[in-house]
């Protein structure tokens, strides 16, 4: 397991940097194995050194790319694959551990609130783009798609806090988490409207 302060969503990528010993371990644990391991948000403490809270909701991500940087470092490219629950967490050592089960995958049935929090996200870009936080997107569906691969795609890409994206990730099925992620997305696209009038 490997906590982190951010969420990894499934079909989403995201770099790690690694230098820890304990985490150089269960690099190499992987690596030898099916490169993959569980990711958990951090809910209070630290990323280095343990000691940390963890939430008992994440993401199997497997590696697709390792490169060492020298020293027991290594800077990976891993890909979130599907949800998981821990069930019971294990003795840290050598590196955090956990009894875990996969997390079910429902289909999304509202493809009209898919279209509409798609939408919604585009916009809060532009307009986050104009007040230089962050680049317009492009669009998320791509030829060959499913509609539950673009709806954590959507997820990933929203501009909220970390404990706001593990809400995401931990809602029960994909259009309760969509209804969510709409709601999120409204209410930072208000507040960049409110900065944008100078209010």
Partial sequence: MFPLSTVLFPHARMPLRVFEPRYHALVSDCLAGEGRFGVVLITRGSEVGGGDERAGVGTVATIESAHPQGEGRWHLL?????????????????????????????PVTDHDMLRVAEGELQRVHALLSELGEAPAVPPTMSPGDTPEVVAWRLCARAPVNAFDRQRLLEAPGPDIRLALLLDLVRAVGDDVRRMLAGG
């Avoid at 891993?78 to 998981?84: A, I, T």
């Fill in 78 to 106: 891993v890909r979130g694959l599907h949800p998981l629950r821990v069930t019971r967490w294990l003795d840290d050592g050598p590196y955090p551990r956990a009894r875990i089960e996969d997390g079910a995958e429902d």
